[in-house]
C-alpha cells in the first residue's frame, strides 16, 4: 500500500474545500443560495450540471458492470446520455421558462395547488436518499480499495467535507466547485486510460482479444492472490470455477468450505456425476493454510445417461480468506468471451427474456435522468429558456466525451486484472487496474488520478443532492409550509441547519447498504424518478388537460408501486424473502419501468380526464409562460425576489 | 426587463390567450417528437437489430463488433448531432413566434 494514490485524494479534498469558500464571498442573497442568482454562464453551467450528473455509478460503476456483464452493460452510459437528449427535446426549455425554483415549485405553480406541492417534495426526498446511497458506498469501497480504511471512514470523510462545502456556499459556491470537478472527471477518465492503453494496446486490440474464441475467458497472466469475503457479504463470497479446464487453487490462510456446487444451473432432469458429487461433498469444510484443491470439470447426466451442461465447481466460503491461483490458470465468475462480448448476454438474459429486460432498461435510463430533482434544478440557474437549451447541448458533448471512455475500463479490467471477477470487486476496476502496470510508481501516480476523480464524482453528485435535499427542507417545508411569513435571512439558515441534518442522515444510510450494488441503489432512483417526475414533468408542460389530482394519482400510482416492486426484489435477491415467482414477473420487478412509466402516464390521462372541472381557468396563461419566446415577457418569475 | 411596446410585452390580447399557445405548442411538439422519433428508432432499433442480424452485428471493424462500435463510441456523437440540430431549429422557432401577430395571421 502506498501514500500516492492517498495524496491526490487529499490534494482533490483541500481544493475543493478551498473553491467551496472562495465562491463564498460572491454568495449573499437568498436567490444566490438557492440557484445561484440565475447568472451563470452557459459553458459554467453545463460544465455544472456535467460534474454533478457523473456520479460514482458513472465513474466507477460502468467501467463495473461493463467488466462483469459485457455488450449489455453499454446501455447504462448511452441511457444516461440518451436521458439528456429527451430532457432538451421536451422538458428543458419550457421548465426554465415557468421561473420557479425547484420541481415542488413547478408542481404548485402549475396546478395552483399547495396541497401537491407536499406530494412532490415528497419525492424529492425518496429519490435524493436512494441517490445518495450509492454515493456514500463508493466513497466507503474507494478508500478501501486505496488505502485499506474500514468502510465507515471513507463516509465520514467524503460526507463531512461536502457537507461543510454546501453549508459554507450554497449553490453559488457548489456551482463552481461542479464546473472543476466536471473537467477533473474528464482529465481521470481519460489520461490514465490513454497511458495503460499505450503499455497494453488499445480499444480495438482490447476487444479483439474477446472476440477470437467465443468459448474462451480471461486467465491470470502471473500467479494471483485473492482476498475472499465471508458469507456475511453473500453473493460474493463465492468462486463459481470455469468449465473451460480444471482449476488448482491454494489455500492461504485456514479456511471453511460452508457450501460447494457447480457452476452452472443444473437444469430439469439433469443431475450431477457420482464422481463430481463426492468431489464436492470432499471440499466441503475446514481446510488448513498451505492445501491444495483440485478442481475438476464434469458434466451433468441427462435422464438417458448421456452428457449434459458442463461446468466446474462453486465454493462459498464461510469466513474471510485469501485464495491463490496458478499462473494460466482460468479468472472464476469471468463470463465467456462469446456471451461477454455478444449483446443478450449474463446482464439482460438473467430471467430468460433479454428483450424485455433491455428495453425496460432503457426506458427507465432515458426517463429516470429526467426525473432526478438534483439535475433538475440546475435549469433555473440558466438566465432564459434559450440558455437553458443551449447548456443542455454543451451537457450533451460533455457527457458523450466522459461516457465513451467508461466501457474502456472494463475490457482493460476484464483483460488484465480478472481477479476482480473472484471477489466481485468489478466496482474498483477504475481505481486498481493502473496499479497492475510494471513501471509501479506511474501505475501509483495513474491510480492517485482515478481515485481523485472517483471522490470528485461522488462529491459532487453527494453535494448537488444536498443542496436539492436541503433546499426542499428549507425552501419548501419550512419557508411554505411550517413558517410561510419566514424573512429571507430566515430560510438561508433554515437552509444550512437542513443541510447539517441531511447531511447526518445520508452518512447514517450510507453505513447500512455496503451489502448491496451500487447500480441497484442507482437503478432505485432511476425507477422512481422516471415513473413519478417524468410524467408530471411531459404532461405538466405539454398537455393543458392535466389536473392536479390525475398529476398526484400518476405520480403516487406509478412512483410508489416501482419502488414496491424492486425493493421486493431486491429482499428475494438476498433471500429476505424468499417465496417463488415466475421469471416474467421476476424480470418485470427488477426492471419495472417499462410498466412504471405507462401506469403513471396513463392514470394521470385517465383521472385528468374524471376531473375536468378542476382544470385552471387560467390554463392557457400559464401554457403560454410554458412556451412562448422570453421576448413576449410572458416568463414571470415564481418566486419574488 | 424591457419596456413593454406595440408588438412587445403585454401586448398579446388575454382572449388570444388560448389560441396562440396553442400554435407555439404545435410548432414546438412537432419539431421535439421529429427529433424523438429518429433517435427512437436508431436506440429501439439496436436490441431489434441485435436480435435478427446477429451475424452482421458480430462482423468485425477494427478490433470491435459492428454492434459495439455503433452503441459504445458512434451513438454519442449522434446525440450530439441531433441535439444541435435541435437547439438552432428551437430557437429559430421562437425567434418567429416573438412575432405574434404574423404567427395569429399566418395560420388563422
Known amino acids: 500500500m502506498s ?20 465562491a463564498t464571498k460572491a454568495s449573499k442573497t437568498a436567490s444566490d443560495f438557492f440557484v445561484a442568482g440565475r447568472s451563470v454562464s452557459v459553458f459554467a453551467n453545463a460544465s455544472a450540471i456535467s460534474g454533478e450528473y457523473l456520479s460514482a455509478a458513472s465513474f466507477m460503476g460502468i467501467a463495473g458492470l461493463v467488466m462483469k456483464n459485457g455488450y449489455d452493460a453499454l446501455w447504462y452510459p448511452i441511457g444516461y446520455a440518451a436521458g439528456y437528449l429527451f430532457l432538451l427535446l421536451f422538458i428543458a426549455g419550457p421548465l426554465r421558462r415557468f421561473g420557479a425554483y425547484t420541481i415542488p415549485d413547478f408542481a404548485e405553480g402549475r396546478f395552483d395547488s399547495a396541497g401537491f406541492r407536499k406530494i412532490a417534495v415528497t419525492f424529492v426526498l425518496f429519490i435524493g436518499f436512494f441517490y445518495t446511497m450509492p454515493q456514500m458506498k463508493a466513497a466507503g469501497v474507494t478508500m478501501g480499495s486505496i488505502l485499506n480504511w474500514p468502510y465507515a471512514a471513507g463516509i465520514l470523510v467524503v460526507g463531512s467535507v461536502i457537507t461543510f462545502n454546501v453549508v459554507l456556499g450554497g449553490m453559488k459556491g457548489i456551482t463552481v466547485v461542479q464546473a472543476f470537478q466536471y473537467w477533473t472527471k474528464v482529465f481521470a477518465i481519460s489520461v490514465p486510460v490513454f497511458v495503460v492503453s499505450a503499455v497494453y494496446g488499445g480499444y480495438g486490440t482490447q476487444i479483439t482479444k474477446n472476440i477470437e474464441d467465443p468459448r474462451d475467458a480471461p486467465s491470470f497472466a ?420 | 426587463m424591457q419596456e413593454p411596446e406595440e408588438t412587445g410585452p403585454g401586448s398579446l390580447p388575454p382572449e388570444k390567450h388560448s389560441e396562440f399557445a396553442h400554435r407555439v405548442m404545435r410548432r414546438q411538439a412537432r419539431l421535439s417528437i421529429g427529433v424523438a422519433i429518429v433517435f427512437g428508432i436508431l436506440l429501439l432499433g439496436m436490441p431489434l437489430f441485435n436480435l435478427y442480424a446477429p451475424k452482421l452485428a458480430a462482423t468485425q471493424v477494427g478490433g470491435f463488433t459492428l454492434t459495439w462500435l455503433i452503441l459504445g463510441v458512434l451513438f454519442f456523437p449522434i446525440t450530439w448531432f441531433l441535439s444541435s440540430y435541435f437547439v438552432k431549429a428551437s430557437n429559430k422557432i421562437e425567434s418567429e413566434c416573438a412575432d405574434w401577430r404574423k404567427i395569429l395571421e399566418d395560420e388563422s
Open chain 1, 3 to 22: 501514500l500516492i494514490p492517498f495524496f491526490f485524494v487529499i490534494a482533490i479534498i483541500l481544493v475543493t474545500i478551498g473553491l467551496g469558500i472562495f
Open chain 1, 222 to 641: 502471473a500467479e494471483t492472490t485473492v482476498k475472499m469475503p465471508g458469507k456475511d457479504k453473500a453473493p460474493n463470497n463465492a468462486i463459481a470455477m470455469t468449465s473451460i479446464a480444471p482449476t488448482t487453487i491454494t489455500f492461504v490462510d485456514d479456511a471453511i468450505v460452508g457450501k460447494a456446487g457447480p457452476s452452472a444451473k443444473i437444469g430439469p432432469g439433469e443431475t450431477i456425476p457420482p464422481k463430481a458429487a463426492e468431489m464436492l461433498a470432499g471440499v466441503k469444510g475446514e481446510h488448513a493454510a498451505g492445501s491444495n484443491f483440485f478442481s475438476q470439470t464434469f458434466s451433468f447426466l441427462n435422464p438417458d445417461g448421456s452428457k449434459g451442461t458442463k461446468t466446474g465447481a462453486k465454493l462459498e466460503f464461510e469466513k474471510p480468506t485469501q485464495i491463490k491461483f496458478l499462473e494460466g490458470s482460468y479468472a472464476p465468475n469471468a463470463p465467456s468471451n462469446g456471451k461477454w462480448v455478444a449483446p443478450f448476454g449474463p446482464l439482460t438474459s438473467k430471467y430468460n427474456y433479454p428483450l424485455l429486460y433491455t428495453y425496460s432498461l432503457i426506458v427507465a435510463l432515458v426517463c429516470g435522468t429526467a426525473g432526478l430533482p438534483h439535475i433538475l434544478v440546475r435549469f433555473y440557474t440558466n438566465p432564459d429558456g434559450r440558455a437553458a437549451k443551449r447548456t443542455t447541448l454543451w451537457v450533451m458533448v460533455m457527457l458523450g466525451g466522459f461516457y465513451v471512455f467508461t466501457p474502456l475500463w472494463g475490457v482493460l479490467g476484464r483483460n488484465i486484472v480478472p481477479g476482480l471477477y473472484a471477489n466481485g470487486k468489478t466496482d474498483t476496476a477504475v481505481i486498481l487496474l493502473p496499479m497492475m502496470m510494471e513501471n509501479k510508481t506511474l501505475g501509483l501516480i495513474l491510480s492517485g488520478v482515478t481515485s481523485a476523480g472517483a471522490f470528485a464524482a461522488f462529491m459532487s453528485t453527494f453535494s448537488g443532492l444536498l443542496v436539492s435535499m436541503s433546499g426542499a427542507f428549507a425552501h419548501d417545508i419550512y419557508g411554505k409550509i411550517l413558517r410561510p411569513e419566514s424573512s429571507p435571512a430566515d430560510r438561508v439558515k433554515a437552509f444550512k441547519y437542513a443541510a447539517v441534518g441531511v447531511g447526518a442522515i445520508s452518512m447514517l444510510l450510507g453505513l447500512c447498504v455496503e451489502s448491496f450494488d451500487i447500480a441497484m441503489m442507482v437503478g432505485w432512483a432511476f425507477a422512481i424518478g422516471a415513473a413519478s417526475y417524468f410524467p408530471l414533468l411531459l404532461l405538466g408542460s405539454w398537455w393543458r388537460g392535466l389536473t392536479k389530482t390525475g398529476a398526484a394519482a400518476g405520480m403516487l400510482t406509478g412512483g410508489l408501486l416501482s419502488l414496491a416492486a424492486i425493493v421486493t426484489s431486491m429482499l428475494l435477491d438476498k433471500k429476505i424473502l424468499t417465496f417463488e415467482v415466475a421469471p416474467l414477473i421476476r424480470s418485470l420487478m427488477e426492471q419495472p419501468a417499462i410498466w412504471g412509466v405507462p401506469l403513471s402516464i396513463t392514470t394521470m390521462i385517465v383521472v385528468s380526464k374524471l376531473t375536468k372541472s378542476t382544470i385552471p381557468e387560467d390554463v392557457h396563461t400559464k401554457m403560454l409562460r410554458l412556451h412562448a419566446p422570453e421576448e413576449m415577457g410572458m416568463s414571470v418569475d415564481y418566486i419574488p425576489h
